[in-house]
C-alpha cells in the first residue's frame, strides 16, 4: 500500500508541475502579443462568419427553387429543380474559372480584372482569405443566375438554358460586378469610384438577374395560353402556393446572410443591417398585401409573398446605410411597387411566371434609388445621381447583353422548346421524368386541363377534377 500511495503521490506532483514548467518556458506576454493574438481571434470570427452567411445565401437555392416550382405547374417542376441545381454548379465552375477574375482581379481601367483566373491567388502556405472571399461571392453570382429562371419558366430549352447560365456566371454579372465592387479585392470599379451605394447588390445582383430575366422573355415570349385572341390577359396559376410560402420563408432567412454577411466581418455593423433587413421584408409584405387587397377585393397571398421579396430586394443596397425607419418605407413602397409592375409587365404581354423581372429588376432599381435618398450619412443631388447613373448602367447593360445573349442562342440551338413538349410539360420532354407521378394524367391536353390555365382562350379549368397541375 505504501508502494501505491507513493506512486499516486508521485504522478500527481508530475501532472501539477509540468504545465507549471511548460510556462515558465515560454515567453512572458507582452502588449505586442496580446495585440496579436486579439487580431488573431478577429480574423477567425470574420472566417466563419462569412463562411456561415455564405451558406445562409446557398440555401437561398432552395427558396428560388420551391418558389418558381410553387408559382408554377407541376408539369415542369423537375425542370425547374434542375435549372437551379445546374445554376448553382454550372455558375461555381464558370465563376471560378472566369467570373472571379474579371470581377475582383487587379484592373487597370476600371472596367475588369485581369488576374486571379482559376483562383490562381490563392496559393498552398499563402493567405486563405481569397479562399473564403471567393466562396462568399459564388452564391451571389448563383443568385443572379437563378432569378432569371422564374421570368423564363416552362417553355425554355434545357440545354439553352445551361448556356445562358454560364455565360451570366462567366461574363454579364462579373463585368458589371468589377465597375460596382472590384475593390473590394484588387480590383477598382469606375462606378464605385464615383461613389456608388450598394452594399448588398440591390443592382449589382438583383437588377442585373432582373433585366436579363426581361430580355429572355421577350425573346421567348408567353405561355401558350397566357392572353387570348384579344388581348385579355388569362392568369396561369402555380400547382402549389404552400411550397412558394416556404420558398419566401427560405429566403427571408437566407437574407440575413446575404446582406450582414456583405461585411464579411464578425463586427457590430451587423446588427442593424440585420434589423433593416427584417423590417423592409415585413413592411414589403404588409403593403403589398393591403394594396392587393384594395386592386382584387382579396388580400392575394402571390402578391404578399412577392411584396416580401420586393422589400427584401429593395433594403438589400441601402441596408448598412439608412436607418430602421427608412427601411420600412423602402420596404413599403416596395410592396405597392411589385404589384404595379406585376400588373403593368402583363400588359405590355411580358410572360413572367413568377414576377421576377418586377420583384428584382424594378425594386432593385427602387432599393438603389432609396440608398442615395435615404443615405443616413445625408443626401445630395451628385449623390442621387451616380446612383441613377449605376441604375441606367445596369439596365443598358444587363437587358442588352442579355437581349444579344438569347437572340444567338435562339439562332443557334434554339431557345424554346416545342408547342407539344409546352402543353405536355418539360418534365418529361426534357428530363423523362415526372415530379408527381402517382397524381398525374399522362397526356399532352393533361398539362392544360385541370390546371386553371387556357388554350386558345377558352377555360379548360373545370374540365377534369383528377387533374392536379
Keep these: 500500500m505504501k508502494k501505491i500511495s507513493r506512486r499516486i503521490l508521485l504522478l500527481t506532483g508530475v501532472l501539477i508541475m509540468f504545465p507549471l514548467l511548460a510556462w515558465a518556458a515560454d515567453e512572458a506576454p ?51 429543380i434542375m435549372k437551379n441545381l445546374m445554376d448553382f454548379s454550372m455558375g461555381s465552375i464558370f465563376y471560378w474559372a472566369i467570373g472571379f477574375g474579371l470581377m475582383f482581379g487587379v484592373s487597370q481601367t476600371g472596367w475588369f480584372g485581369t488576374s486571379g483566373f482559376f483562383l490562381s491567388d490563392f496559393s498552398p502556405g499563402g493567405d486563405p482569405w481569397v479562399l473564403a472571399f471567393w466562396m462568399f461571392q459564388v452564391v451571389f453570382a448563383a443568385t443572379a443566375a437563378t432569378i432569371v429562371s422564374g421570368a423564363m419558366a416552362e417553355r425554355t430549352k434545357f440545354v439553352s438554358y445551361l448556356i445562358y447560365s454560364a455565360v451570366l456566371s462567366a461574363l454579364i454579372y462579373p463585368i458589371f460586378g468589377s465597375w460596382a465592387w472590384g475593390g473590394l479585392f484588387h ?18 445582383v438583383h437588377s442585373i438577374g432582373g433585366w436579363v430575366a426581361l430580355a429572355g422573355a421577350i425573346v421567348l415570349g408567353p405561355r401558350i395560353g397566357k392572353y387570348s385572341k384579344d388581348g385579355k390577359v388569362k392568369a396561369i396559376p402555380g400547382h402549389n402556393l404552400p411550397l412558394a410560402a416556404l420558398g419566401v420563408f427560405i429566403l427571408w432567412l437566407g437574407w440575413f446572410g446575404f446582406n450582414p454577411g456583405s461585411t464579411t466581418a464578425a463586427n457590430k455593423d451587423i446588427a442593424l443591417i440585420f434589423v433593416n433587413t427584417n423590417l423592409a421584408a415585413a413592411a414589403g409584405a404588409i403593403l403589398a398585401m393591403i394594396t392587393s387587397w384594395f386592386k382584387f377585393k382579396k388580400p392575394d397571398v402571390g402578391m404578399s409573398l412577392n411584396g416580401a421579396l420586393a422589400g427584401l430586394v429593395a433594403i438589400t443596397a441601402p441596408c448598412a446605410t439608412v ?45 438603389t434609388l432609396a440608398a442615395g435618398i435615404f443615405n443616413i450619412g445625408g443626401t445630395s443631388a451628385k449623390i442621387i445621381g ?16 442579355g437581349f444579344v445573349l438569347f437572340k444567338l442562342i435562339d439562332m443557334v440551338v434554339g431557345l424554346r422548346v416545342t408547342a407539344e413538349e409546352e402543353l405536355e410539360g418539360l418534365d418529361y420532354g426534357e428530363h423523362g421524368a ?19 390555365s387556357t388554350l386558345g382562350g377558352e377555360d379548360w379549368s373545370s374540365a377534369t377534377a383528377p387533374a392536379t397541375n
Design 30 to 80: 507582452t502588449i505586442a502579443s496580446n495585440a496579436d493574438a486579439i487580431k488573431a481571434v478577429q480574423t477567425h470570427a470574420d472566417y466563419v462568419w462569412t463562411l456561415v452567411a455564405a451558406a445562409l445565401v446557398f440555401f437561398m437555392q432552395a427558396g428560388f427553387a420551391m418558389v418558381e416550382a410553387g408559382f408554377t405547374r407541376a408539369k415542369n417542376a423537375v425542370n425547374i
Design 187 to 204: 480590383g477598382s470599379g469606375w462606378l464605385e469610384g464615383l461613389g456608388f451605394i450598394d452594399f448588398a447588390g440591390s443592382t449589382v
Design 323 to 367: 436607418s430602421p425607419l427608412s427601411s420600412i418605407i423602402i420596404g413599403s413602397i416596395a410592396g405597392v411597387l411589385v404589384v404595379l409592375a406585376v400588373l403593368f409587365i402583363d400588359r405590355i404581354k411580358v410572360d413572367d411566371p413568377v414576377g421576377a423581372i418586377s420583384v428584382h429588376g424594378v425594386c432593385g432599381a427602387w432599393g
Design 386 to 401: 451616380v446612383q441613377l447613373l449605376g441604375i441606367g448602367t445596369a439596365f443598358v447593360w444587363a437587358f442588352g447583353t
Design 434 to 452: 415526372r415530379a408527381y407521378p402517382d397524381f398525374q394524367i399522362v397526356s399532352a391536353t393533361s398539362t392544360v386541363i385541370g390546371s386553371g
